[in-house]
């Protein structure tokens, strides 16, 4: 599975915005979203001052946006749609929650890393458990009534305890519940769209794929 092994800055600076990639360096005022507010590349300056925008472009960039912010693949995310369009209910809201349902991104809102790439090597290095089992696949789906723990031999891991004792560590989800001491959290039900955090504008998304 290909993956992005570039400065993962230059994805934020390309949709102009933070998408919290680099875990806690992300809160620093030295940013370079911050310094430098415009697109990467030599024509990066000049591109803040083109005409307006398609309609093509405004849904193709949404799309990467939440890609990049979930740090998927594009045949992950397309997938990831195609099995939200055939589910019912509505198509954008099941992507979402698909997204959010990752064991990755759980591990983050959990506090348990930093970034969803700290995750993601979590969950791979086989520190993560899931009902008791080791699960060492980043985008298995949890499912409400789950236990997910971090292995008794991680739990003083120091990336874990630095995340967890951040002061920038996001506010734990209300479709979560967390045992901090013992490293043991719960999905008590499935997220709801207001539990999603961010300004994803989903339908642009499915605009996009639908035509």
């Keep these: 599975m290909g993956r992005h092994t570039g400065p993962v800055c230059k994805l934020c600076r390309r949709e102009g915005q933070k998408l919290f990639l680099k875990g806690q360096k992300c809160y620093t005022e030295k940013c370079p ?5 415009y697109p990467p590349g030599q024509h990066g300056p000049a591109q803040t001052r083109r005409r307006k925008a398609s309609e093509y472009s405004v849904q193709l960039r949404e799309k990467q946006r939440v890609k990049r912010m979930y740090g998927l693949q594009e045949r992950q995310f397309r997938n990831l749609f195609s099995k939200a369009a055939q589910s019912g209910g509505v198509t954008g809201e099941n992507l979402l929650v698909s997204l959010e349902t ?54 003083n891991l120091a990336a874990v305890e630095s ?24 999905v008590v039900r499935p997220p709801t769209r207001q539990d999603i955090p961010g300004d994803i504008q989903e339908q642009l998304i499915v605009e996009l794929y639908s035509k």
């Design 33 to 37: 979203v911050e310094r430098r507010a």
């Design 102 to 155: 990752r064991l990755d991104n759980v591990l983050f809102r959990l506090g348990f890393a930093s970034s969803r790439s700290q995750a993601r090597q979590l969950a791979r290095h086989r520190h993560v458990e899931v009902n008791g089992g080791v699960v060492d696949i980043p985008s298995y789906q949890v499912r409400a009534g789950d236990d997910i723990a971090v292995r008794v031999p991680s739990r």
């Design 163 to 186: 995340s967890l004792g951040a002061r920038t560590r996001p506010r734990l989800a209300e479709w979560l519940t967390l045992d901090e001491k013992n490293r043991v959290a719960r």
